[in-house]
């Protein structure tokens, strides 16, 4: 039995002279950093990528392992698709800290630069989380991406989103199975599946 299967875990107070905050920061790039150098270690950032959790009360981000835990600073995503794989009904992508999982790009948004964003971990403890795709993820989507101009034949008038705003404000839109989905840089993850 971990401490961290005890109730009361995250609600104990840090080691005598010690915090719970600290200049840990994972920057917009994904990098790990401590006391303004950056972290190198490989196998210390592999195991910071598999520690991010929030804390179940503050909903703050927090590294744990199950033994002790710290806050620690997020400055974007605090995870990223580093792959994917297209299959027949879904695709799969893979995050940084070594969990695959299936794609549902509702919840997914395009944000600044026009890098993709998803919402993961859904089913896991702090969760749910985003991740942010790295360019070779969101470059390997290309044999999914579907043109939006046809698109807005199949919305009423006044339904969200138009044509134009598909297509000529970032519109992107992908085809998972027989579904496509519409995701907008402006409407920070509505989608609308057409079936």
Known sequence: ???????DFYRRPPPDGRSRESTIRLDASGRFWHDGAPVEHPGLIGAFRRWICRHPDDRRYIL???????????????FAVEHLRIEVDRIVIGLNDGTEEAWD???SRIGPGGALYA????????GPYEARFTRHAQTSLAPALV?????AAQWAPGDWPTGEQAA????????????????????????????
Request: with cysteine; hydrophobic share 30%.
């Open 1 to 7: 039995m971990k401490p961290s299967d005890h109730p």
């Open 64 to 78: 744990t392992n199950g033994y002790d835990w710290t806050y620690f600073t997020v400055d974007d995503a605090p």
């Open 105 to 107: 790009p509702r919840g």
């Open 119 to 126: 919402v993961v971990k859904r089913n896991v403890s702090g």
């Open 147 to 151: 043109e939006t101009g046809h698109l």
């Open 168 to 195: 000529g404000e970032g519109g992107v839109a992908v085809r998972v199975g027989d579904r496509i989905f519409v995701i907008d840089c402006e409407s920070n993850g509505r989608q609308k599946s057409v079936l």
